[in-house]
């Protein structure tokens, strides 16, 4: 039997990337999804190619309340309960410094990062079961490391690694709380996004290196969400071979 089957999840971000990928594991390993994401157009495109049935999609800007709680009722009208929250939405804007940022960059990672994942969990939390629960939120090794230029994005994945300590001491004995970390991940549009399609920055982010795929963050959180229910995988940092560090990559020379 699929290890998921009988299970829900409710992803958010799941129009591309890590989000969109994970939601195909998920689905593969047997759990009925719900896909949010502000794209409805790409999640509809996700939903004909995935795996099982009684998927729901639904339109959902984790910044926006009114937004997030109609996204939750109406994953919670079609499952009545929800088993796994992916707190996945999440961007970087630039990559500057700390004195060329602009506050427009910083209230909009601030709010999707931060706010976003805590709006989301708090409308979710009411729906899932003692014991059967469980939330797994998207962090980054730049909630572990600071780097120059890193600014709001640093201080807002620390903030999530953070408040998953907090949530898991609230929530002990009762939800399993996650935290994947990944280090640089391809494949994503994660830098087109955060260098506002500048490609030769973002060419220079990934050049000579071998970097994680979503396909290799979803394995990690689909571990995590199917050992079994008294083992709480607390944390994943998961980082290329070729990244020991954000200052510390190890290139291939063409
Ligand atoms: P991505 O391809 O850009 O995916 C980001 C997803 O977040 C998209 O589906 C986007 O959908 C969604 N999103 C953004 N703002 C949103 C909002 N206000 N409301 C709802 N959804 C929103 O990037 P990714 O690399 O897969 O990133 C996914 C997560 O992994 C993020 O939390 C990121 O910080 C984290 N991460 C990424 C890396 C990396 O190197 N790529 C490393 C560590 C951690 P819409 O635009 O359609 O709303």
């Known amino acids: 039997m699929p290890a998921l089957d009988g299970r829900t999840a409710l992803v958010t971000g799941a129009s591309s990337g890590i989000g969109l990928v994970t939601a195909r594991a998920l689905a593969a390993e047997g759990a009925r999804l719900a896909l949010g994401a502000r794209r409805v157009e790409r999640l509809e495109a996700a939903l004909k190619e995935l795996p099982g049935e009684g998927h729901m999609i ?24 929800i088993d796994i929250l992916v707190n996945n939405a999440g961007l970087a804007l630039g990559r500057g410094a700390i004195a060329e940022g602009s506050d427009e960059d910083d209230l909009i990672m601030w709010e999707t990062n931060v706010l976003g994942l805590l709006r989301i969990t708090r409308l979710v939390l009411p729906h899932m079961e003692d014991w059967r629960g469980h939330i797994v939120n998207l962090g ?62 973002k060419a220079g982010v990934y050049r000579g290196v071998r970097y994680l795929t979503p396909e290799d963050v979803a394995d990690c959180i689909l571990w995590a969400v199917t050992r079994p229910p008294h083992m709480v995988v607390d944390e994943i940092v998961v980082k290329p071979l070729q990244q020991a560090s954000q200052d510390a990559i190890v290139r291939d020379t063409p």
């Open 58 to 81: 639904g339109a959902l800007d984790v910044t926006d309340t009114e937004s997030s709680r109609s996204f939750v009722e109406l994953a919670v009208g079609e499952f009545q309960k």
């Open 140 to 201: 980054s090794w730049a909630g572990r490391e600071a780097y120059a230029g890193g600014g709001m994005y640093v201080g807002s994945k620390t903030a999530v690694r953070a408040l998953t300590y907090v949530l898991r001491k609230e929530l002990v004995g009762r939800i399993r709380v996650t935290t994947v970390d990944p280090g640089m991940v391809g494949d994503t549009e994660f830098s087109d996004i955060r260098f506002r399609g500048d490609e030769e920055k």
